[in-house]
């Protein structure tokens, strides 16, 4: 499948490319159906309020979409990574002024979800490995994922997902997931203001629930909240909304009326509807 680098294709880097050097980027990943990307207003969002934050130049927005198009190809479906770092520079941590971002557009092969995903719901581990706190990269999809890989590690495929924990013990997400719990017919998710990614599939279901009456809290989110909710499920870009269906020794009852609901509503072909 094609990749992009700067708009020609391309498969490699400058090793002097802060985002290989210091992981000084940020990345959004991103479903496409058709040659049409899902939520991409969302996508082009987020990534120009993390360019904001990070003192990235902000590509054109036009430009990043007749990439996608070309990389695309009018496949039936598959994802398109996007990719910007802050490109090359100096050896230091110190910012080069002036510089040019590095652009990446990559295609890669719609992942093989597991049939009951969607459905029957999955089974759903707590992680050992902490999120460290850090309010002005809290909600970024940046480059440092270090975290993640580490979670990621701590398991093979006996399980689909990895909840993670801030060092006070506050549920953030997880490791490639967000996370939504239902409590007294309130739908809960994680306040993402001191770690976590803020993904554009948790905005849009936090905009469904309430355009459908559900009540709806950004809160923090202990680990026994957690363990007592009535329902609980995990969301990102490509999946959609998974119900978990176990958490660790705990079965959740096969009766989901907020999850199906949410589901049902949600915009666009994504898994979660196959």
Not at 180 to 192: N, S
Request: hydrophobic share 40%; glycine share 10%; with cysteine.
């Amino acid at each position: 499948m094609l990749t992009l680098i700067n708009g020609a294709p391309g498969d490699c880097l400058p090793v002097t490319d802060r985002g290989l050097q210091y992981g000084d980027g940020l990345f959004e990943t991103i479903a496409v159906h058709h040659g049409e990307p899902h939520l991409w207003a969302r996508h082009m969002q987020r990534l120009a309020a993390g360019c904001e934050r990070l003192g990235l130049p902000r590509p054109d927005t036009e430009q990043l979409a007749a990439e996608v198009r070309r990389v695309a190809d009018d496949r039936e479906r598959l994802v398109v990574k996007i990719i910007v770092t802050r490109g090359s520079g100096a050896r230091g941590y110190r910012p080069t002024t002036g510089g040019s971002a590095a652009r990446i557009v990559q295609a890669l092969p719609w992942p093989e979800f597991p049939d009951f995903a969607a459905h029957s719901g999955i089974p759903v581990r707590w992680c050992q490995t902490r999120l460290a706190p850090q309010p002005r990269l809290a909600g970024l999809k940046h480059l440092n994922r270090l975290e993640q890989v580490l979670a990621r590690a701590e398991w093979q495929d006996e399980w689909l997902e990895g909840l993670m924990c801030d060092p006070d013990g506050n549920v953030v997400e997880g490791t490639m997931s967000n996370v939504f719990l239902v409590q007294g017919g309130t739908l809960i998710t994680p306040d993402l203001s001191q770690s976590g990614a803020a993904g554009v599939m948790r905005a849009a279901v936090l905009d469904l629930a309430e355009a459908q009456g559900i009540r709806c809290s950004v809160q923090p989110v202990t680990v026994s909240m957690v363990e007592r909710c009535e329902e609980l499920f995990v969301t990102n870009s490509l999946i959609g909304i998974w119900p978990v269906a176990r958490l660790e020794s705990r079965t959740f009852p096969a009766n989901r009326a907020i999850t199906r609901m949410l589901q049902a509503g949600l915009p666009g072909a994504t898994e979660s509807r196959a």
